[in-house]
């Protein structure tokens, strides 16, 4: 790999990690579980929350950080207010 590429890519693991701990800090994501990589120009974002404030969220504080950056929110949100009803055990 080429001199010039090797220092993009840290570049890149870099921002991941600094955007990682934005997310993990900001009081509206709070999300520690995504992962986050960049490159060419691209922030992807994956994992789960369990709101769509907070999916929503997740590509604002990217955005704020770095609008210079495409951001590609594949984050999902996960249901976690239970099953639908309740299983009568005999």
Do not use: Q, W
């Amino acid at each position: 790999m080429p001199e010039r590429d090797r220092v993009h890519a840290a570049e890149d693991v870099y921002e991941a990690a600094h955007l990682s701990e934005l997310l993990a800090n900001d009081l509206r994501t709070s999300a520690p579980e995504l992962r986050v990589t960049v490159g060419g120009g691209v922030v992807t974002i994956t994992g789960t929350v369990t709101t769509e404030e907070r999916r929503d969220a997740v590509a604002e504080v990217i955005g704020e950080a770095h609008p210079e950056l495409d951001v590609r929110n594949d984050v999902t949100v996960i249901d976690l207010s239970g099953p639908p009803s309740s299983e009568v055990v005999r």
